[in-house]
């Protein structure tokens, strides 16, 4: 995986092996149990990406409650790199997160949400 593809993107939470993650633009850390509405605003979205039927404004609030929490632990002294080889993870999860970064990109070109985007560091592309 290009490492850099990830952390040019806005913040954002990744579930692999049943793990969450904040990756993005100075951020990259594994979530404890402290965030205890996130598996609930994580499955919001999941079933978003399967939903046509959803408007663009409840899209954007589903899709923001985890940039939120992203941006919450974001930390700009990081080496993301460096603290991305920290997590450790294997080539099957690294497989599993360049499938979410892929149904991410897809979900925002659906609901285009650029505009919404420009307010919020750093880009997701």
């Known amino acids: 995986m290009e490492v850099q593809r990830l952390f040019v993107r806005t ?12 990756l993005g633009y ?24 399967n ?4 408007s663009r ?5 589903i899709f923001y409650r985890l940039i939120d929490i992203a941006l919450s632990v974001q930390n700009m002294h990081i080496s993301e790199k460096a603290e991305f080889e920290k997590l450790g993870l294997n ?13 991410q990109k897809m979900f925002l070109k659906e609901y285009s949400f650029a505009d919404y985007l420009k307010n919020i560091p750093s880009q997701i592309s």
């Open 51 to 54: 939903d046509n039927s959803i």
């Open 11 to 22: 913040p954002f939470i990744y579930l692999i092996s049943g793990k969450y993650y904040a």
């Open 57 to 61: 404004k409840d899209a954007w609030e």
């Open 91 to 103: 080539a099957e999860q690294i497989h599993e997160l360049e499938k979410q970064l892929d149904q």
């Open 26 to 49: 100075k951020t990259c850390m594994l979530l404890g149990e402290r965030y205890i509405t996130l598996p609930k605003h994580y499955d919001r979205y999941v079933s978003a990406l």
